[in-house]
């Protein structure tokens, strides 16, 4: 697990070095820091969303080098100021905070829990407002948000719902168990599961949240063969999310019981083990595996970046890849012909124009030992 540096050595350190000869290297561009557009890049890199970390990095980094490549922001070289955003970390938002207080930075860009956009966004708030840009990536409950802050990633609507409804209907699902995390965004995709669900003609027979770390896979396995369900929602992220998956696989209920995740990447997929994703499905706007010409030239230029050894591509990850892109776009006011949509290198297809007005294609995946193989489309 990675170990976050200290605040200042993040400070020094929070660069982005180009990997070819496309643009001049650093010590070429003028000016001091000051002069470079600095974005506080906050991502989970300890605690129970550790896992998420290194991927998210890599994906940043390639982001912001591909911007540099191009010139950087209107010839002002681009910087990341990384931040562990984990839940566990008691001064996120302490170092948020400060860094806008200071005028250290001009821009925020943002993947992590809901818990701790919340915690970031309510200091901020309680300072005056969001000050500056804040671009939040992973998928989330959807709802209203502060003002200055853009979420372009995944809402139950666009990925949990149509997820439910197909398999539902596929597999004539009819008892289901819901298990989540304890925080905001469980406890919404929740209660929007349940709704739809009892539309549907179908039976909740249990609803759990757990803390955040705090995950007893055995005791809840056992609720669940006790409940006789025949679906399982997973709210559950991270370490919990593979900690339950494990006990689950082992019980041998994955031989009859469906489950359904927003939020297991393929990270969590290979931290899962091959014996334990049976019966597995995963609603996302992105795998690795898409076969699209997009992501097909992207994951070329990851793997050329950081070799066989960089860390496995997912959905969360890639957000973060997608939420510099969406910043340049923004601050560089490009916008789509028609729709007006931020135009912007959306790996996914992307169309945003508000937070309550974006789309992207959703596809539906099933764990096939450690690699997801897209079974639908959802959305397109």
Aim: charged share 20%; with cysteine; hydrophobic share 40%.
């Amino acid at each position: 697990m990675l170990k976050p540096a200290p605040h200042k050595a993040r400070l020094r350190a929070g660069r982005c070095f180009p990997s070819s000869g496309a643009a001049a290297p650093f010590s070429a561009w003028p000016g001091d820091a000051l002069d470079a557009l600095r974005i506080a890049t906050l991502i989970p890199m300890s605690g129970a969303a550790g896992l998420w970390g290194p991927s998210s990095l890599a994906c940043a980094t390639l982001a912001a080098e591909a911007w540099n490549q191009a010139g950087g922001h209107r010839g002002r070289e681009v910087r990341l100021t990384v931040i562990d955003a984990s839940d566990e970390s008691p001064t996120v938002e302490d170092e948020v905070e400060q860094l806008c207080a200071a005028g250290e930075i001009d821009a925020i860009v943002g993947m992590h829990t809901s818990s701790v956009r919340e915690r970031v966004t309510s200091r901020l708030q309680a300072s005056g407002g969001v000050p500056l840009p804040f671009v939040y990536t992973p998928l989330y409950e959807g709802g209203a948000l502060p003002a200055g802050v853009e979420a372009i990633g995944e809402t139950p609507r666009q990925q949990l719902l149509p997820a439910v409804e197909w398999l539902t209907q596929r597999y004539k699902l009819r008892r289901w168990f819901l298990v989540g995390n304890d925080y905001c965004w469980p406890r919404r995709t929740h209660s929007m599961a349940m709704r739809r669900l009892a539309e549907a003609g179908c039976e909740v027979v249990g609803n759990r949240f757990v803390p955040l770390g705090g995950c007893d896979p055995e005791r809840l396995v056992a609720e669940i063969r006790a409940s006789r369900a025949d679906a399982v929602l997973m709210s559950l992220i991270g370490q919990d999310a593979i900690d339950f998956s494990r006990a689950f696989g082992a019980s041998g209920l994955g031989r009859r019981v469906v489950r359904l995740s927003c939020a297991i990447e393929e990270n969590g997929l290979l931290a899962i083990g091959a014996d334990a994703t049976e019966g597995l499905f995963v609603a996302s706007g992105y795998f690795a595996s898409l076969p699209t010409d997009a992501n097909a030239a992207f994951r070329e230029r990851y793997w050329r970046r950081f070799g066989e050894r960089g860390a496995v591509l997912n959905s969360l990850g890639q957000s973060l890849y997608e939420g510099i892109g969406f910043l340049r776009g923004r601050l560089e006011r490009h916008r789509l012909p028609g729709d007006g949509s931020i135009d912007f290198d959306s790996i996914r297809g992307t169309r945003w124009r508000g937070n309550t007005a974006s789309r992207m294609p959703i596809y539906l995946a099933q764990a096939d030992g450690l690699r997801f193989d897209v079974v639908q489309t959802l959305s397109r």
